[in-house]
């Protein structure tokens, strides 16, 4: 196995890990959270067209939606930009405050970032936003540490900017086994 492939390889697990926190851990506290983040007070939504238009329930095309939006008269937590939207501020529509969860979860509907909040792979590290009470960074680092093995080690660096924002890196203990000596696949 080359090392790209095995990085690839590497990031693969990592996003099975992530998700797999994700939904023992995060979601099913979703119902008790004190700040649900589908109420986009300190997080950003980010939409395309056929998103916006089916949460917000338009019917205006998006030409028209755009001209109103331009001229400050559509919805006020939405912004757009580079073809996309951006909702902040005020509660998801798919929100159900009745029962604490959300209407679209299981839907192709539903916003990628729905997904990845708060614990996501990116580029061959784990990213944990702090911001969700759900999130123990030391029983994640954890987690990432089984799902690796021991040939590697959990490094955490946070955002100078958003130090909420929390990378989790693996790096190879010196002397480990390589990934295919580990899974016993063909270099």
């Known amino acids: ?9 590497l990031a693969k697990e990592l996003a099975v890990a992530a998700a797999a926190y994700q939904v023992t851990v995060v979601i099913p506290h979703c119902a008790e959270c004190a700040k649900p983040c589908c109420r986009l007070d300190p997080l950003v939504l980010e939409l395309d067209w056929k998103q916006l238009k089916a949460l917000w329930q338009l019917e205006e095309s998006r030409t028209a939606f755009d001209r109103r939006l ?3 008269k559509g919805p006020e937590e939405i912004r757009a930009g580079d073809g996309l939207y951006y909702a902040h501020g005020k509660v998801c529509p798919a929100y159900d405050d009745a029962h604490r969860s959300c209407r679209v979860y299981d839907q192709e509907l539903k916003p990628s970032g729905c997904s990845d909040f708060p614990v996501y792979e990116d580029r061959g590290s784990v990213v944990a936003d702090l911001r969700c009470e759900a999130v123990d960074l030391e029983a994640l680092a954890a987690w990432i540490a089984r799902a690796v093995g021991p040939e590697f080690r959990i490094v955490q660096s946070a955002d100078e900017e958003f130090p909420f924002l929390v990378t989790l890196s693996v790096k190879r203990v010196a002397g480990a086994a390589t990934i295919s000596k580990r899974l016993r696949l063909p270099k």
């Open 1 to 9: 196995m080359s090392h790209r492939e095995s990085r690839r390889f």
């Open 70 to 72: 331009c001229s400050g």
